[in-house]
């Protein structure tokens, strides 16, 4: 059961209506939340399903990178009430209605809310009716309702599906509706919630200011070429930011009289475990060349503010075209043994390292990459993050990586890579004890099982006066052309190469978290290091 408006559209994903609902019903899901996107038309319409193709993306999705936070702002300024969307951002739940006969409680199974959420009863039946009974829910808080079917699932499968909502497109009809709606109140409940300020206030209040019908239309008109319009060249701006995602399979299907499927964000789940090498493949792989990879800045001594542009720069281009870039960050030297000690102080507070592959960690005797020995510590679930904890040297050290990540996002945007940094993920300290290993890996094989997984992986090194003889390298695997898994480059296994990047203090290895094998060897000393991962999509999110 699903409720939509007459300006609303469900939009299935990819891979059809049917594999989403059974996808849904293997999962034994009741309730799905589908998030809404908001038509942003270019002119007046009063056929948008068949004219606008650009829609806000919901908030929650938009990057949390200043690129995306000015998207959003972008939005807010346009209204009074500084709203991103102009209506609802909340999404709207399908439920899922059991036969006859195996509910019992037929008449009881759902209870709605409110057109966008229905909830199942066991829950909430009792204290959905009415306000005071939803304001004593609140209080007994949501533990206690025990919660238990509210599962989040980022599959593209079910993500993909979303509502395509197209609330204020024509001048006219939104003079219609204020003229119907009237001075209505801006309290709900008998006055017991106030509705807070928006852009739906301000068109109630906008047609009220005025009695004849045409200065309404007209300064409803203005509002809304201001609030919700873009001219091409604010289409473009905000699909940099990332606000706004062209869907065009909509307004294609309805000109061309048939269905055209939403394109696939990414290559299938089962593409991307292919990429994951066998043992026998591993074993060959293992008998490579070995080099020392070629650290950049290292001759500079520092990646000094004013040259930082180019850095970056340099560092896209050799993730462009090897996946893979090791550099020299040149902090002050005084940091180093800063850093140095704070992670050994840390170190009785780590548990031993886990590789988890669809959310499910792995028997690391199952699989061959999966061997891991070190020992690691999330910065912020340990509550380290602040000037005044235990770690300030590394806490500044893991914002100025998150930094290094959000200037990345525009660089690596535009470049062939067209990756979208979205958000970062907690710091990881890891600490390989003498001897200790990571057998060759890719980070995030299975792309998380997100719609936006890891993408990009930092390691910055910690350890001061590191004796190379101690081993420890970080080996990159580097397939000179195409990609991992592609049978041209396993038949050709003779051309390929490891790189090898000695664990010292300011170095810092970035690699396409998806796509670059790699391995740490064994070192015969403690040694440490910082990881970074961030989220993101490698084409334009929710398109289609
Ligand atoms: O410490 C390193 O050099 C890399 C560690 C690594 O590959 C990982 O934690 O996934
Ligand atoms: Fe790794």
């Given at each position: 059961m699903f409720h939509l408006d007459h300006d609303e559209l469900f939009l299935p994903p990819p891979h059809g209506l049917q594999a989403h609902f059974q996808h849904l019903e293997a999962g034994n899901c009741r309730l799905c939340l589908y998030q809404n996107f908001e038509a942003a038309p270019q002119s007046h319409t009063l056929t948008p399903f068949l004219d606008v193709s650009y829609f806000k993306v919901p908030s929650g999705r938009v990057s949390k990178t200043p690129l995306g936070a000015a998207g959003m702002e972008f939005w807010?300024?346009?209204?009074?009430?500084?709203?991103?969307?102009?209506?609802?951002d909340n999404g709207k739940s399908a439920v899922k209605i059991p036969a006859q006969g195996v509910a019992s409680r037929r008449s009881e199974d759902i209870a709605p809310t409110s057109v966008h959420v229905l909830y199942p009863p066991n829950n909430f039946k009792a204290r959905a009716c009415t306000v005071k009974r939803v304001k004593s829910a609140k209080q007994k808080g949501l533990q206690e309702m025990n919660l238990t079917w509210m599962k989040a699932?980022?599959?593209?499968?079910?993500?993909?599906?979303k509502v395509l909502h197209y609330p204020a497109t024509h001048f006219e009809r939104l003079w219609r509706k204020y003229h119907h709606l009237g001075n209505f109140p801006a309290v709900r409940f008998g006055g017991e919630l106030v509705v807070p300020a928006s852009f739906h206030l301000e068109a109630r209040d906008e047609y009220l200011k005025y009695s004849d019908k045409t200065t309404q239309q007209e300064k409803l008109k203005e509002l809304l070429e201001r609030a919700a319009f873009l001219s091409d060249e604010e289409v473009q701006s905000?699909?940099?930011?990332?606000?706004?995602?062209s869907i065009d399979t909509v307004r294609e299907s309805l000109r061309q009289g048939v269905w055209i499927p939403p394109r696939q964000l990414?290559?299938?789940l089962f593409s991307l475990l292919q990429r994951r090498p066998s043992k026998e493949a591993m074993e060959r792989m293992q008998r490579m060349r070995r080099m020392p990879a070629e650290v950049l800045f290292e001759a500079v001594g520092l990646l000094k503010m004013e040259s930082l542009d180019q850095g970056l720069q340099k560092v896209v281009e050799q993730l462009e075209t090897r996946g893979w870039a090791a550099c020299h960050l040149g902090l002050h030297g005084c940091l180093d043994a800063r850093y140095g000690l704070e992670a050994s102080q840390l170190k009785p507070k780590m548990s031993?390292?886990?590789?988890?592959?669809?959310?499910?960690?792995?028997?690391?005797?199952?699989?061959?990459?999966?061997l891991r020995g070190d020992w690691t510590l999330f910065m912020q679930e340990q509550g380290l993050t602040g000037p005044k904890g235990p770690a300030p040297t590394l806490t500044m050290l893991e914002s100025a990586l998150t930094d290094l990540g959000m200037q990345l996002d525009p660089r690596l945007r535009r470049s062939r890579l067209q990756l979208r940094i979205t958000e970062r993920c907690d710091g990881m300290l890891a600490c390989y004890e003498e001897g200790g290993a990571y057998s060759a890996h890719l980070d995030n094989a299975d792309g998380d099982g997100r719609v936006d997984g890891r993408v990009l992986t930092m390691v910055m090194y910690l350890n001061q006066n590191w004796d190379r003889r101690a081993g420890g390298e970080l080996a990159i695997f580097?397939?000179?052309?195409?990609?991992l898994g592609d049978e041209q480059v396993e038949g050709k296994l003779t051309w390929l190469k490891w790189y090898m990047v000695s664990p010292e203090a300011n170095t810092l290895v970035l690699l396409l978290a998806d796509r670059v094998l790699h391995e740490v060897r064994s070192a015969y000393a403690e040694r440490y290091a910082l990881s970074?991962?961030?989220?993101?999509?490698?084409?334009e999110y929710g398109g289609s």
């Amino acid at each position: 059961m699903f409720h939509l408006d007459h300006d609303e559209l469900f939009l299935p994903p990819p891979h059809g209506l049917q594999a989403h609902f059974q996808h849904l019903e293997a999962g034994n899901c009741r309730l799905c939340l589908y998030q809404n996107f908001e038509a942003a038309p270019q002119s007046h319409t009063l056929t948008p399903f068949l004219d606008v193709s650009y829609f806000k993306v919901p908030s929650g999705r938009v990057s949390k990178t200043p690129l995306g936070a000015a998207g959003m702002e972008f939005w807010a300024q346009r209204t009074k009430a500084h709203n991103y969307f102009l209506y609802y951002d909340n999404g709207k739940s399908a439920v899922k209605i059991p036969a006859q006969g195996v509910a019992s409680r037929r008449s009881e199974d759902i209870a709605p809310t409110s057109v966008h959420v229905l909830y199942p009863p066991n829950n909430f039946k009792a204290r959905a009716c009415t306000v005071k009974r939803v304001k004593s829910a609140k209080q007994k808080g949501l533990q206690e309702m025990n919660l238990t079917w509210m599962k989040a699932c980022h599959d593209e499968i079910v993500v993909g599906a979303k509502v395509l909502h197209y609330p204020a497109t024509h001048f006219e009809r939104l003079w219609r509706k204020y003229h119907h709606l009237g001075n209505f109140p801006a309290v709900r409940f008998g006055g017991e919630l106030v509705v807070p300020a928006s852009f739906h206030l301000e068109a109630r209040d906008e047609y009220l200011k005025y009695s004849d019908k045409t200065t309404q239309q007209e300064k409803l008109k203005e509002l809304l070429e201001r609030a919700a319009f873009l001219s091409d060249e604010e289409v473009q701006s905000q699909l940099e930011t990332g606000s706004v995602v062209s869907i065009d399979t909509v307004r294609e299907s309805l000109r061309q009289g048939v269905w055209i499927p939403p394109r696939q964000l990414r290559p299938s789940l089962f593409s991307l475990l292919q990429r994951r090498p066998s043992k026998e493949a591993m074993e060959r792989m293992q008998r490579m060349r070995r080099m020392p990879a070629e650290v950049l800045f290292e001759a500079v001594g520092l990646l000094k503010m004013e040259s930082l542009d180019q850095g970056l720069q340099k560092v896209v281009e050799q993730l462009e075209t090897r996946g893979w870039a090791a550099c020299h960050l040149g902090l002050h030297g005084c940091l180093d043994a800063r850093y140095g000690l704070e992670a050994s102080q840390l170190k009785p507070k780590m548990s031993k390292g886990a590789t988890v592959i669809e959310n499910r960690v792995v028997d690391p005797t199952e699989s061959p990459n999966a061997l891991r020995g070190d020992w690691t510590l999330f910065m912020q679930e340990q509550g380290l993050t602040g000037p005044k904890g235990p770690a300030p040297t590394l806490t500044m050290l893991e914002s100025a990586l998150t930094d290094l990540g959000m200037q990345l996002d525009p660089r690596l945007r535009r470049s062939r890579l067209q990756l979208r940094i979205t958000e970062r993920c907690d710091g990881m300290l890891a600490c390989y004890e003498e001897g200790g290993a990571y057998s060759a890996h890719l980070d995030n094989a299975d792309g998380d099982g997100r719609v936006d997984g890891r993408v990009l992986t930092m390691v910055m090194y910690l350890n001061q006066n590191w004796d190379r003889r101690a081993g420890g390298e970080l080996a990159i695997f580097e397939p000179e052309k195409g990609e991992l898994g592609d049978e041209q480059v396993e038949g050709k296994l003779t051309w390929l190469k490891w790189y090898m990047v000695s664990p010292e203090a300011n170095t810092l290895v970035l690699l396409l978290a998806d796509r670059v094998l790699h391995e740490v060897r064994s070192a015969y000393a403690e040694r440490y290091a910082l990881s970074m991962w961030f989220c993101g999509q490698h084409a334009e999110y929710g398109g289609s």
